[in-house]
T-cell receptor, first 114, second 110 residues
């Protein structure tokens, strides 16, 4: 089966600009996660969706970050406006319904904010 | 919030050597996971641990859930070049999402 797809793979923007990342999870995976991975650190959860509903967004900086999963399939993460400290890899992961603990990660989008 | 520490931060070993790394927390976890991340890729699950004291193997990899439930260990036997990467532990309490450690970067010298 196809894995988690993310685009773009790389993005370079200037601070105060906006950026959006897209994720298409594995077919049938109801749970979708967005993580931020700063260089040299482990992934940090930003938001978790169950179908099209938000389950956990406690670590999402809501003043500048937003995410949606309107039809319960693919998802978009947006940053507006970007800051230098947002430079990171943004990983999307999905998990089967009642599928245990395994999350399947996409390759990520590497964001550089200048 | 909960934080995990991983040791060592990085390690260089010769091909064929065994590797040991660990993950510690100030909090108790109910589930421990070990992931590997290759450059330019997302993490891939290696081993999942669900019970204190549990020892689980996946090929040359063996992981253990610490008795105190505040730590976990990963061993790799007879390392090969494709073992190069970053190894992350992740822990979770029932009903909560996983917290990831900062990773151990492994380099294997031929």
């Amino acid at each position: 089966e196809a894995g988690v797809a993310q685009s773009p793979r790389y993005k370079i923007i200037e601070k105060r600009q906006s950026v959006a990342f897209w994720c298409n999870p594995i077919s049938g995976h109801a749970t979708l996660y967005w993580y931020q991975q700063i260089l040299g650190q482990g992934p940090k959860l930003l938001i978790q969706f169950q179908n099209n509903g938000v389950v956990d967004d406690s670590q999402l900086p809501k003043d500048r970050f937003s995410a949606e999963r309107l039809k319960g399939v693919d998802s978009t993460l947006k940053i507006q406006p970007a800051k230098l400290e947002d430079s990171a890899v943004y990983l999307c992961a999905s998990r089967k319904p009642a599928g245990g603990v395994e999350q399947f990660f996409g390759p990520g989008t590497r964001l550089t904010v200048l | 919030g909960q934080q995990l520490n991983q040791s060592p931060q990085s390690m260089f070993i010769q091909e064929g050597e065994d590797v040991s790394m660990n993950c510690t927390s100030s909090s108790i976890f109910n589930t421990w996971l070990w992931y590997k991340q290759d450059p330019g890729e997302g993490p891939v699950l290696l081993i999942a641990l669900y019970k204190a004291g549990e020892l689980t193997s996946n090929g040359r990899l063996t992981a253990q859930f610490g008795i105190t439930r505040k730590d976990s260990f990963l061993n790799i036997s007879a390392s090969i070049p494709s073992d190069v990467g970053i190894y992350f532990c992740a822990g979770a309490v029932y009903g909560q999402n996983f917290v990831f450690g900062p990773g151990t970067r492994l380099s294997v010298l031929p």
